[in-house]
């Protein structure tokens, strides 16, 4: 699988500010449902997929994934980054 990332230019004080916002909002909560046992993964993933879109829209970076024909359902996977931009969390 491919994915190509594109974006503008260097993030913004306004950028880093947004993506600790929202970092902080999905955070606290998972944190408090955790404590009190009641964390899900269907949850934990509907933050984190809200987040990184967010992030991502924020930064107005566009992102392009191909070849996911090549993945077979109910498989595992490892994803590795190569750390050439600081986008690579929310991306994965």
Known sequence: MRIKETFESAPSLGVIAHAAWETLRI?????????????????CDGR?????????DEARISLEVGGREHIAKGSGYILMSNHQAHYDIPVL
């Open 48 to 56: 984190l997929h809200s987040w990184s879109r967010k992030l991502l």
């Open 27 to 43: 955070s606290v909560p998972t944190i408090v449902d955790a404590a009190r046992g009641a964390v899900s993964a269907q949850v």
